[in-house]
C-alpha cells in the first residue's frame, strides 16, 4: 500500500512538474489559469486531467479541437512516480527521503526543460541552491570531506549542521567552477560559447545537494553520457543523409565535397548538457552506495 501511495503521489507531482516544464520558461504563473489547451483555451476538465489515464482515454489529443498532446505529459508523470517508488526503496520513511524527492523534482524540471527548449532556469535553478544548502544542513552528503577540512584547520569540529552546509558550500563551489572552466577553455580554444552559464549554475545547486564527491561523479557521469550519445546521434543523422540537400547546393557552388560539408552539418548538432548532468545526478543519488564503494575503493 505504501509503494501504491508513493506511486500515486509521484504521478500527481509529476503532473504539476509537466506545469512548471511547460511554463516557468514562457515567464508565465505555474498557480494561474488552470490547465487549458494552449490552440483553444479550453480548460481542461478533471477527468481528463488524471496522469497518464487522461492522455491515453485522449488519445493524446485535446477533446475539443483534437491539438495533439506531447507524450511529455504522460512519460513525464510516470518516471515521476517509478523515482518516487524507488526513492521509498533506498531511503524509507525518512529525512534523507525527503532531500532527495524534493531534489527529484528540480532535476526532473531543469533536465526536461533543457532537453525542451536549451534553458536551465534560474528561478529553479537560485531557490534549488538554497534549499540544497538548507536541506545539507539537515542530511549532510556523504563526503566527510568538511569534518577532514575543517578538523585540519581548526583542529575542532562544529555541530552536525553546520558540517552538512559546508558539506554543501564545497560541493556547490567545485561543481560550478570546474563546469565554469570547462566553458572557459572551450571559448578559448574554440572561439565560441560551449555550454551556458545555465550549466553551471545547475551545478551549484547539485552540488550543493550532493556534496563534493556527488558534485563530480555526476560531471564525469553527465559528460560521458553527453559524449557516448552525442556521438552515436551524429553517426547515426550522418548514415541517415540529414543535411543532404544542403551539402549538395553548397557543393554545386564549390563550396567542398558533399561528404566532407555533410559531416561538418552534423557535427554542428548540440545536445543539451544539462539534460545528461541530470540524468548523472539521479543515478548518482539511487545508485550512490555502490558508486560511492567503487570510488572510495579507486581513490586509495
Request: positive net charge; hydrophobic residues 55%; aromatic residues 12%.
Amino acid at each position: 500500500m505504501v509503494i501504491a501511495l508513493f506511486f500515486l503521489v509521484g504521478m500527481v507531482v509529476g503532473s504539476f512538474l509537466n506545469v512548471c516544464i511547460t511554463r516557468i520558461p514562457e515567464g508565465v504563473s505555474i498557480v494561474t489559469p488552470p490547465s487549458h489547451c494552449p490552440r483553444c483555451a479550453t480548460p481542461i476538465k478533471p477527468y481528463d486531467n488524471v496522469p497518464v489515464l487522461g492522455w491515453l482515454w485522449l488519445r493524446g489529443k485535446c477533446r475539443s479541437c483534437r491539438l495533439p498532446i506531447s507524450p511529455m505529459y504522460p512519460l513525464v508523470e510516470l518516471f515521476t512516480g517509478l523515482l518516487f517508488v524507488l526513492c521509498y526503496w533506498e531511503f524509507g520513511l525518512t529525512q534523507a527521503a525527503v532531500k532527495w524527492l524534493f531534489f527529484t523534482c528540480l532535476i526532473i524540471i531543469l533536465a526536461v526543460t533543457d532537453l525542451r527548449v536549451r534553458l536551465l532556469p534560474d528561478l529553479v535553478n537560485g531557490p534549488g541552491f538554497a534549499a540544497g544548502l538548507l536541506f545539507s544542513a539537515v542530511v549532510p552528503p556523504r563526503d566527510g570531506i568538511a569534518p577532514w577540512l575543517i578538523w585540519n584547520v581548526f583542529h575542532r569540529l562544529p555541530r552536525r549542521p553546520i558540517l552538512g552546509l559546508v558539506e554543501g558550500l564545497l560541493g556547490a563551489a567545485l561543481g560550478s567552477l570546474l563546469l565554469w572552466s570547462a566553458a572557459a577553455l572551450y571559448r578559448v580554444l574554440r572561439g565560441r560559447e560551449g555550454m551556458g552559464m545555465g550549466d553551471v549554475k545547475m551545478m551549484a545547486m547539485v552540488g550543493a545537494f550532493l556534496g563534493v564527491r556527488g558534485a563530480l561523479l555526476t560531471i564525469l557521469l553527465g559528460t560521458f553520457l553527453g559524449t557516448v550519445v552525442g556521438v552515436s546521434l551524429i553517426v547515426l543523422l550522418y548514415m541517415l543523409g540529414w543535411g543532404r540537400r544542403v551539402a549538395e547546393r553548397a557543393s554545386r557552388r564549390g563550396l567542398g565535397s558533399v561528404r566532407a560539408l555533410r559531416w561538418t552539418i552534423v557535427s554542428q548538432y548540440q545536445l543539451p548538457l544539462g539534460t545528461f548532468l541530470g540524468i548523472a545526478a539521479l543515478i548518482v543519488v539511487y545508485l550512490g552506495v555502490p558508486l560511492f564503494r567503487y570510488w572510495g575503493a579507486w581513490t586509495v
